[in-house]
């Protein structure tokens, strides 16, 4: 047998192997293990580099697990490979999408569309994806119009009237009260709504409490007191009713920190928030919220909050809610030891907490710099820095984490931010934490939710897990952007 004979057997092997894998992790991925999915296709690329449709399968498990950015790199090099493989231009066009770089998306659906002209899907998500570039350039120039009014200043709240067969929840005199806030969780839970009225009064207050906190909020906790610290709650209104059933309701000796993703996703974000903001109403000084990536316009457009309010209430209290989150403040110091922050530290050495003091936060979050690292960046578990898997902000390293702590003479951080099959994860020997307090995330993931106690007296994390609970039959993300629902296929 010639050489080149046996090569070519030898590569068909390794070709046939490379397949076999392939379909195992097709099957993994159908079980939506995409961990698993995600192993599996990168064994079968290791065999098998040239081929198209292990990288675009790749990217969709990726997308999946909310890695935008390693997904926008198997698209691209998909396409890389092969030019004609029309799969490669939808799998970068919803990367783009979830990155909010929304021209470049609409770049890669008029391919498609010049491709395949009767196709009837692609058309759709074109024009879905060019209304959304018109908008923003839209959005654009009146931003630019420096005198950007507050929603606040076109509302008549005092006359608007309260229809006498309304008999949900009312603020008393225009305040928060206990009994306010346990007949609004009970009036949610049946899926009803609050009167907008109240609705506006709530954000109006909040804005003002929120606005006069600063970026980095410090507290100190006396020795025998205790916080409860909670992780993403992503719209998943009834594992926060199950949360306040286990732990308590927040109260002035049951104080609780949520360190943001309140909304998106799971489809009763509305009620979520609401919830928190009337807790925030209740007891400023002892209930706590910080700003998530998911506090922002881009992803409340295409992760359901935006569309979940206008189809609830309307257009205008979705802005309202965008000026409210950007008053949320960015982390919180707990005495002086431990730093809680949503995403986590930052894409170069030296920032110190004068520097957190110092961001002006009243805005839309940067593409790059401390605001931005905050509230995207993830931990890593080898030294250095690397690109960030979600491509946006960085991924950080214990060494990272360990010169930070000491500069800044702090113990540990906190952060959220990635979903944890236990609900928590202990990292970067002890000075690294992830809490996460979401289960079963967007009725898939299977992961438990979890809050973290921490004590006065020594700042010890004690970690309580919970499961997730039934909720009524609205599926998450049903509010969500058509191209978020439709890209995923």
Known sequence: M????????????QNASAEKLKEKANNYFKDKDYENAIKYYTEALELNPSNAIYYSNRSLAYLRTECYGYALVDATRALELDKNYIKGYYRRATSNMAL????????????????????????????????????????????????????????DIENMTIEDDYAGPKLEDGKVTLK??????????????????????????????????PSLVEITLKETEKITICGDTHGQYYDLLNIFELNGLPSITNPYLFNGDFVDRGSFSLEVILTLFGFKLLYPEHFYLLRGNHETDNMNQMYG?????????????????SEVFQWLPLAQCINNKVLVMHGGLFSEDGVTLEDIRKIDRNRQPPDSGPMCDLLWSDPQPQDGRSVSKRGVSCQFGPDVTERFLEQNKLQYIVRSHEVKAEGYEVTHSGKCITVFSAPNYCDQMGNKG???HLRGSDLKPEFHQFTAVPHPNVKPMAYANSLMQLGMM
């Not at 770049?107 to 209304?131: I, L």
């Open 180 to 213: 306010f806030m346990k007949d609004l969780m009970a009036w949610f839970k049946d899926q009803k709504k609050l009167h907008r009225k109240c609705a506006y009064q709530m954000l109006v207050q909040v804005k003002e409490v929120l606005s006069k906190l």
């Open 305 to 321: 909050f935006e569309g979940e309010v206008k189809a609830k209430y309307t257009a205008q209290m979705f802005q309202l809610f």
């Open 100 to 155: 909010g770089k929304f021209k470049a998306a609409l770049k890669d659906y008029e391919t498609v569309v010049r491709v395949r002209p009767n196709d009837k899907d692609a058309k759709m998500k074109y024009q879905e994806c060019n209304k959304i570039v018109k908008q923003k350039a839209f959005e654009r120039a009146i931003a630019s119009d420096e005198l950007k009014r507050s929603v606040v200043d076109s509302l």
């Open 450 to 452: 979890a809050y973290i």
């Open 2 to 13: 010639t050489e080149y004979g046996s090569e070519k057997m030898a590569e068909e092997e």
